[in-house]
């Protein structure tokens, strides 16, 4: 059996050493020498203010602003009290889905909410759905142009030029092929922001 | 629906376009005839006082495999527990509980990585990069020497033995895993993967809340979490978090690189054994049910819920748990590569699934992860079918039953019936006593057949070494961590033992040419009998319950009744 053990010991502290520290620490240089945004978590800044990832979903909730999907990644502890959790949508910290089974009353009665929130009889799905991360970035195209008039009233603009801005907005599949069409809910407000503030 | 079947073709092609030759280049690693690395190989053997050309007995195989294990765990086990004294924690986390620890450490040196934990919030980057991507490679690279051994061991012609456990590992790390995983984890960075010791970035969103970025050493630890089929993620959601699964390529990449190793194996094997055939045959077997499970998955999900109907706009599918990037289809292949290959990972939350795509997702663990399966065991996992099936055959013709030239004895098929109890045991006997001992009842989120159904994901998963999960069942609890942890143990060794006995016992074995009236183990005809020989013993061991939860959940929202 000790035969054994010298083998399996030194394979184990060698690997550590390849896999476990090399291995992540050549990629983070390469990563961080060649791709320096992407490897930084795709962020945006305003200034030298940091509004957010390109990639990571935030909660809109204001009129003026087209909105997001729910999100199931909703508590945080408390700043005031760390034994309580308070509500926080888009909590980046803590990813997470409802996890809801496709018979959960809970589940039928949170998307008739939702559903009654946005007056629409069958929206598209994903307004009344929550998404896997609870950071969902997208909507699709036909949930941000059913949104249009209501930031056209709120901004005071025409909604035609709300509706060109979310088409302008629309991302394709890639190569045609690949994924499914979609807007990126921060991208498109911060274009909101700055062309019909 | 033609986009998304487009999506599937396109998957398919390109993962038998790269599978192929990935294959046959292990064929050449495993029988020594690539050596391009033979120095850095000596570096890392002589220290560890080994000479790779040296033979082992299927006993030493397996016992050297253990000990590596044990080691692998035992040093997984106190980094997990003593993070808080160790550099690298950022935020400043906790040691890790015995019974998480315990379950982690088991979870990522069966190759389950089954997260009992929430990876942002639990785990510092010294606990997820030294001690989680370093599991990631070895477990995946001792399930590889396996699959090896036991190709050496089926073509072997009155030899003691089946290889050395430690030169297979080490040209698995060194040959396959390592250069892929530095391949793959550029590519992932580029698609928008965070790649970074910090920790994290606080940003004011632009109505003026905070959030707080989770960020961390994500790409290297992905790249090698799909390579070795681990599944283990960096951060709760795991693939579905956008800085995991960054865009629609990074999906395409992540599901190929799923299921690429797992299917190279039937090749593999195939040139090992010196009859390509005969992979082709195990592939086109594993490639039947992998298309049935799509297709009905598939369905379900784009179908979507019949109680949700009145609600969303027609032909939307089921998108609760689903991100806009990856809509029906793009969730729906992956959940059917990472059951099939025991990966694990997922890029949908697997409780919201329909009840039909849940049942898939859940049958593909229970039949032992043999759909492609593991890197190495799901082709192992295979063989033992295989063995069985070769078994029926003789039977029904009542000749011996011969697998490549050598007669199947009677220790042989006494070997493969005994793994027919592995899943039996973990998935219903251990969920058994979960709910008599009144353990499940609390962990269960929903009501009904439902929470049956996340009771049942959980240990079958684990016993399958998968380590997906439906996510609203609360595992981290003392009492499901240690039998979910023995349940991995159970999938894990329960398999690879008696295959490397079967594999040194038939190395042993005189081979006899084929004669007129030998059973070939290549054409449709033994193709067919090898998937209806497994769809028969999984549906006879897990109809009854699948009936209880799935099945009863389907039948009860066709009737509009929730719970």
Redesign the interface.
């Given at each position: 059996?000790l035969t054994?053990?010298?083998?399996?010991?030194?394979?184990?502290a060698?690997?550590?050493v390849?896999?476990?520290?090399a291995?992540?620490l050549?990629?983070?240089g390469?990563?961080?020498g060649?791709?320096p945004r992407?490897?930084?978590?795709?962020?945006i800044t305003r200034g030298d203010?940091?509004?957010?990832?390109?990639?990571?979903?935030?909660?809109?909730?204001?009129p003026r602003?087209i909105h997001a999907?729910p999100s199931a990644a909703t508590s945080a502890a408390d700043p005031a009290d760390a034994t309580k959790t308070v509500d926080a949508p888009?909590?980046?910290?803590?990813?997470?889905?409802?996890?809801?089974?496709?018979?959960?009353?809970a589940?039928?009665e949170a998307?008739?909410a939702r559903?009654d929130a946005l007056g629409v009889?069958?929206?598209?799905?994903?307004l009344?759905?929550?998404?896997?991360?609870?950071?969902?970035?997208?909507?699709?195209p036909?949930a941000a142009l059913m949104q249009a008039a209501r930031v056209a009233t709120a901004r005071g603009v025409a909604p035609a030029r709300v509706e060109a801005l979310v088409q302008r907005h629309v991302e394709g599949?890639?190569f045609g092929?690949?994924?499914?069409p979609?807007v990126n809910v921060?991208a498109l407000?911060?274009a909101l922001?700055a062309e019909l503030p | 629906m033609t986009p998304d079947l487009l999506q599937a073709a396109l998957y398919a092609a390109l993962l038998v376009v790269i599978a192929v030759p990935l294959g046959l280049y292990m064929a050449r690693v495993f029988s020594g005839e690539a050596t391009f690395l033979a120095p850095l190989e000596r570096a890392l053997l002589a220290p560890a006082g080994i000479r790779g050309e040296e033979g082992q007995h299927w006993t030493r195989y397996a016992l050297s495999l253990i000990a590596f294990n044990a080691a692998g765990f035992l040093v997984l086990f106190l980094l997990l527990r003593f993070q808080n004294l160790l550099p690298l924690n950022p935020q400043g986390f906790d040691g890790v509980p015995a019974h998480l620890a315990f379950n982690t450490a088991i979870s990522f040196v069966t190759n389950t990585n089954w997260q009992s934990y929430g990876g942002e919030t639990t785990l510092s980057h010294l606990s997820q990069m030294v001690g989680l991507t370093t599991q990631n490679f070895v477990s995946a690279a001792s399930g590889m020497a396996v699959a090896a051994a036991v190709a050496r061991g089926f073509a072997g012609r009155q030899v003691r033995t089946i290889g050395n456990f430690w030169s297979d590992l080490v040209r698995s790390v060194l040959y396959v895993l390592l250069p892929l995983s530095v391949l793959l984890a550029i590519a992932f960075v580029a698609t928008g993967m965070p790649q970074t010791l910090a920790a994290s970035v606080d940003a004011t969103t632009v109505e003026g809340g905070r959030q707080t970025l989770a960020l961390g050493p994500v790409a290297s630890q992905i790249a090698i979490k799909q390579l070795g089929t681990n599944g283990g993620g960096f951060f709760n959601v795991n693939s579905a978090h956008p800085f995991e699964n960054p865009t629609a390529i990074s999906n395409l990449l992540s599901l190929l690189a799923i299921l690429a190793l797992p299917v190279a194996f039937c090749f593999t094997y195939g040139r090992m054994v010196g009859d390509r055939r005969q992979g082709v045959a195990l592939f086109a077997a594993m490639g039947v049910m992998l298309v049935l499970a799509f297709v009905v998955l598939y369905a379900a999900e784009r179908i979507g819920n019949p109680l949700h109907a009145g609600l969303v706009a027609p032909g939307s599918g089921n998108m609760e748990g689903k991100d806009v990037r990856f809509g029906i289809i793009g969730s729906a292949l992956w959940a059917v590569a990472t059951t099939a290959a025991s990966n694990g990972s997922v890029n949908a939350m697997h409780d919201s699934l329909t009840p039909l795509g849940g049942l898939v997702a859940m049958l593909q663990m229970q039949l032992g992860e043999i759909v492609f399966g593991g890197v190495g065991v799901g082709l192992t996992g295979m063989l033992l079918f295989v063995i069985l099936t070769v078994f029926l055959a003789g039977l029904m013709v009542g000749r011996t039953p011969e697998y490549l030239g050598k007669k199947i004895e009677a220790r042989e098929v006494k070997l493969a019936a005994l793994t027919l109890m592995v899943m039996p045991i973990g998935a219903l006997a251990l969920a058994a006593i979960a709910i008599v001992a009144g353990a499940a009842q609390g962990s269960i989120q929903d009501a009904g057949p439902h929470g049956l159904s996340e009771l049942l994901y959980a240990y079958s998963s684990a016993t399958g070494n998968n380590g997906s999960a439906f996510a609203g069942f609360n595992a981290n609890v003392p009492f499901h961590n240690t039998m979910l942890g023995l349940a991995m143990m159970l999938g894990r060794f329960g398999y690879i033992v008696p295959i490397l006995a079967i594999a040194g016992s038939l190395a042993a074995k005189k081979t006899a040419p084929a004669s007129a009236g030998t059973f070939p183990t290549h054409g449709p005809v033994f193709v067919v009998l090898l998937v209806v020989t497994i769809l028969i013993v999984g549906a006879l061991t897990f109809l009854p319950v699948l009936a209880l939860g799935p099945i009863a959940e389907q039948v009860s929202i066709l009737a509009a009744k929730t719970f």
């Open positions: 059996m054994l053990l010298r083998p399996a010991l030194v394979l184990t060698l690997f550590t390849l896999t476990g520290l291995y992540p050549a990629i983070t390469l990563a961080q060649l791709m992407q490897a930084n978590g795709s962020l203010r940091v509004v957010g990832s390109e990639l990571i979903g935030q909660a809109f909730a204001g602003y999907r888009y909590n980046a910290a803590a990813s997470s889905g409802s996890n809801l089974g496709p018979s959960s009353k589940l039928l998307m008739q559903a009889a069958q929206a598209p799905a994903d009344v759905t929550a998404s896997a991360s609870g950071l969902d970035p997208h909507i699709s036909a599949r890639s092929v690949i994924g499914e979609r921060l407000n911060l922001d | -």
